[in-house]
């Protein structure tokens, strides 16, 4: 991350609240090579003798890791922070840089948060251990590196933690210098196995709607790590799905009833995974049902991965895997499940990961894939190949008379229009989808108000079907979700 955009605050980390540290600032404490601090903790051990472990984790885990060491240290009222001045160049912040002296030696400096890290404002003011507006216990800031010197049972100890930037990527690296003695050693395992469960439990990012994202600490070659981060999406509820009762029920069935029974029907013995596949044309609400069921599964992480991102299912599988029960939804899942050179760069090879995934997870994890596609043709083949694998899918058709009409009432709730009209526009319109119906009303909405009308009438609509479909013939009924009927 550019350090520009970072916070600087001099001060001690993870200490208890009202527990004081020489402040970094005072003339004692200035220019202090970092070195030095280390041969006064570690004293008499040589720390040329110093054991140092190590573990490093993907940039997903940081907001939890930290927070499990926050919370060891705010647990030990004689610990000090060292807040750290990294020297120019290729320095990398390790126990064995930090034995530098002269001009590449590590001084005493500010410690360096990053404040976004995914959290609202609220939740940056909000002290540590509150709970901030989205109703979850809010993390401290995130720490860019930091060292930490206690002792345990009377042996010293020290703990180094960085955010590094890696030639491709960006991982959390935590480093634990303990003398070269067994009882030491051991504390140190175990601290190290505490931070991991911590990772891997992602209390941060349990039971929320995620996105990926890529991490803001770049490089020449280093794009991004892939983290993830809270998706906000519209509330749908069941009224705002226009769809026939039949399948409406068979969706909510096999998704939303399932997920109900989950600890029934493992109790009984069977597995609690499943896959279901949404196929339709374009328009017909196939995204729409899929924020429904992230709208009506809370307590579940869900994740959602589009065309943008799809190409991070391995990372996003590593996070599943972790954090059940989940949802995975995977919109527009034939880019990469397209036979031969059709696949897009970098996408091949993803549709038997992600059919590997689904066969190999255990049989006691409860996740939900939920796919899409507007394109059938393409998964039959390879579906075929790996029987079983999905339990249902799903038809997502163009709405019929009944349905045109309860979307043309459903998109003019705040118009006047005369219920003749909206079953004479649905005659006239033939098979087009939800898509179509809702720009026909907005379009018929903005005649009516260029002509200053006071409701919906004929004329707006036809000019509004005309203004759709009639410049571009097939190209623009395509575009905007018809089939080429339209008026008579």
Not at 70 to 88: K, M, T, Y
Not at 181 to 191: C, H, R, S, T, V
Not at 467 to 480: A, E, H, T
């Amino acid at each position: 991350m550019d350090t520009a955009q970072a916070v600087e605050t001099a001060g001690s980390v993870g200490a208890p609240h009202g527990h004081e540290k020489t402040p970094l600032d005072s003339p004692r404490e200035k220019g202090t090579l970092v070195l030095h601090r280390l041969r006064g903790h570690f004293r008499p051990v040589e720390l040329e003798d110093l054991q140092v472990l190590r573990r490093n984790f993907p940039v997903w885990m940081r907001r939890d890791v930290q927070a499990a060491l926050f919370a060891h240290f705010n647990e030990r009222s004689d610990h000090q922070f060292v807040g750290c001045r990294l020297p120019p160049g290729n320095f990398e912040f390790c126990f064995q840089h930090l034995l530098e002296e002269g001009e590449g030696a590590a001084k005493v400096g500010p410690t360096v948060f990053s404040p976004s890290d995914h959290l609202d404002e609220s939740d940056w003011l909000a002290p540590s251990g509150t709970t901030g507006k989205r109703g979850r216990t809010t993390a401290q800031p995130s720490l860019h590196r930091g060292l930490w010197l206690d002792h345990t049972e009377g042996v010293p100890y020290g703990v180094l933690l960085e955010r590094n930037m890696r030639r491709w990527d960006t991982e959390l690296r935590v480093e634990i210098a303990v003398p070269n003695d067994p009882i030491a050693i051991k504390f140190a395992i175990e601290l190290l196995d505490t931070l991991t469960q911590a990772g891997r439990r992602a209390e941060s990012l349990r039971g929320q709607v995620l996105q990926i994202v890529l991490s803001a600490e770049r490089g020449p070659l280093n794009e991004g790590s892939v983290d993830f981060a809270p998706l906000e999406l519209p509330r749908v509820d069941r009224e705002n799905i226009v769809l026939d009762d039949q399948t409406l029920e068979r969706f909510e069935r096999n998704t939303i009833g399932f997920a109900s029974h989950r600890d029934a029907l493992q109790q009984l013995g069977f597995s609690s995974k499943k896959g279901v596949l949404l196929y339709g044309p374009p328009g017909t609400g196939k995204t729409l049902l899929a924020n429904y069921l992230l709208s009506n599964l809370e307590g579940f992480t869900r994740l959602v991965l589009s065309a943008n991102t799809i190409q991070y299912l391995p990372d996003a599988m590593a996070l599943v895997r972790e954090v059940g029960p989940s949802v995975v939804v995977l919109e527009d899942v034939d880019l990469i499940a397209e036979p031969g050179e059709k696949i897009p760069t970098g996408l091949d090879g993803l549709w038997n990961f992600l059919l590997n995934e689904m066969e190999g997870l255990a049989s006691e994890s409860t996740v939900l894939f939920l796919l899409t596609t507007n394109q059938l043709s393409s998964l039959e083949s390879v579906l075929v190949a790996r029987p079983g694998i999905l339990d249902q899918a799903i038809e997502i058709d163009l709405p019929d008379h009944r349905e045109r009409c309860r979307l043309l009432e459903h998109y003019s709730r705040n118009l006047a229009i005369a219920p003749e009209l909206v079953e004479a526009t649905s005659r006239r319109v033939g098979k087009v989808s939800a898509a179509f119906v809702k720009e026909l009303v907005r379009r018929a909405a903005q005649v009516m108000l260029e002509e200053g009308g006071a409701r919906l009438e004929e004329s707006f609509l036809l000019k509004a079907h005309e203004d759709m479909v009639r410049p571009g013939k097939k190209v623009g009924v395509s575009l905007v979700g018809g089939s080429g009927i339209g008026f008579s």
